[in-house]
């Protein structure tokens, strides 16, 4: 299972950053209202979508422990539940495997 | 209440926006200027280390608090109307923008403005066709992750220097479009710029204009680039810059009677009734005031003073 960004998501990092936190925006067009991520949950939505379909679901988890210096086995249920809730609001795309790849 | 966005954010978010709504409406749009400009030319080397010569590329940092965009004039209806029915409206009319009539602002509740170019002054080829010459080495280049249409390089750097030549001598963009560029990155943007006939005023952003002495947007380009010229100056050599008759009394006559909009904005107030009033009478008594010298002159005879006051009997 990979994820991607959907094509209407557009997505913002400011290159001014407050130290050791994270800001991302969103928004889906052409309508939607921009959204704001921090910390964790950008990490994780970055982790997932800037990839393009590269990413499997441990290599997110993987990155997010990386990037936030937790133990990827107790962050993993919390990190799956997330990018279940960003595919639920159209944030994310979620590609399963075809039957030939699984 | 809607999320604040810093600036760069609801700019680049701006951009993709009006991307969408083009691509779904089969419009075509050309991004320029702030988050659209290329890397390539917004890189500059920086010396890190004397001793070993070490260079480090950086980008110069741009600001823009809106998104401009340059919509295929004969679309230009159409792109109103598509992005009117996502929530942008019309905050300032074409004829209500710039002297030149060239842009329009749209505003949105949630995202910086867009202003939208139908043509770019500087540019004396027909905007259509000007449009097609760009829109057929077009690229693309991602911004806020969604690809969106721009022109060329040759060409993004022409368009900055057409609008530094607009903003006095003193202007960044010289520097990062031109003084920067190789030579035969300065050579295309040349070449762009004859076909676009936009000769005259790529020499004035490069302090080249005195090869252009005979053209007649020469005197315009020398007022612009360098922010001189009395107000009669700059309408003078306007309408000695226009193409036709027709064009040129056109542009006269809005220069010296524009609309209320941009009277206040010239004031800095809003302006209604009398004072509106007060104002085209201000404006139209200097305008007429200093073309009847220069009729004067013109027919070799003594300048007539008009009476602007009833006579008054003591």
Redesign the interface.
């Known amino acids: 299972m990979t994820f991607r ?1 959907p094509p ?5 990092v ?2 001014e950053q407050a130290v050791g936190h994270l800001t991302l ?1 969103l ?1 889906q ?3 939607g ?4 991520l921090t910390d964790v949950a950008a990490q994780i939505w970055i982790a997932a979508g800037v990839s393009d379909g590269a990413a499997e679901v441990p290599d997110v988890v993987q990155a997010v422990a990386e990037a936030t210096g937790e133990d990827s086995c107790l962050i993993e249920d919390s990190v799956l539940d997330y990018l279940a809730y960003l595919v639920d609001r159209g944030l994310l795309l979620q590609d399963f495997p075809t039957s030939s790849e699984s | 209440m809607s999320l604040e966005l810093p600036t760069s954010a609801g700019v680049s978010f701006a951009h993709a926006a009006v991307q969408v709504i083009a691509v779904g409406r089969v419009i075509d749009v050309l991004h320029i200027k702030g988050p659209a400009v290329r890397n390539l030319i917004l890189a500059e080397d920086t010396l890190d280390d004397a001793a070993s010569g070490h260079f480090t590329e950086k980008l110069v940092a741009r600001r823009s608090i809106d998104a401009d965009v340059l919509v295929r004039p004969s679309q230009v209806e159409r792109f109103l109307e598509a992005v009117g029915q996502h929530g942008w409206r019309l905050s300032v009319p074409f004829a209500d923008g710039s002297t030149f009539e060239h842009a329009a602002t749209l505003v949105h509740p949630s995202l910086a403005p867009v202003d939208v170019h139908r043509r770019f002054p500087g540019v004396g080829l027909d905007p259509e066709e000007a449009f097609d010459r760009l829109w057929r080495d077009h690229s693309t280049q991602a911004i806020a992750g969604i690809d969106s249409w721009t022109p060329s390089v040759a060409a993004q750097r022409l368009i900055l220097l057409l609008n530094a030549a607009r903003g006095g001598s003193n202007h960044d963009d010289r520097d990062v479009a031109w003084n920067r560029a190789t030579a035969g990155e300065q050579e295309e943007v040349r070449e762009i710029a004859r076909e676009l006939r936009a000769d005259v005023a790529l020499a004035a952003a490069t302090g080249h204009l005195e090869e252009y002495a005979d053209r007649r947007e020469h005197d315009l380009w020398e007022l612009l680039s360098a922010g001189a010229g009395t107000p009669f100056q700059r309408w003078r050599a306007r309408i000695r810059a226009e193409t036709n008759p027709v064009k040129a009394v056109r542009t006269g006559w809005r220069l010296l009677v524009p609309t209320s909009h941009r009277m206040s904005l010239e004031a800095g107030r809003d302006l209604v009734g009398l004072d509106l009033l007060r104002a085209y009478v201000q404006r139209l008594t200097l305008g007429f005031g200093q073309t009847a010298g220069l009729v004067g002159r013109r027919v070799g005879g003594r300048i007539t003073q008009r009476r602007l006051r009833p006579r008054t009997r003591g």
Do not use: K, S, T
């Open positions: 960004i209407r998501v557009a997505w913002y400011p290159a925006y928004i067009l052409p309508d209202e921009p959204l704001v």
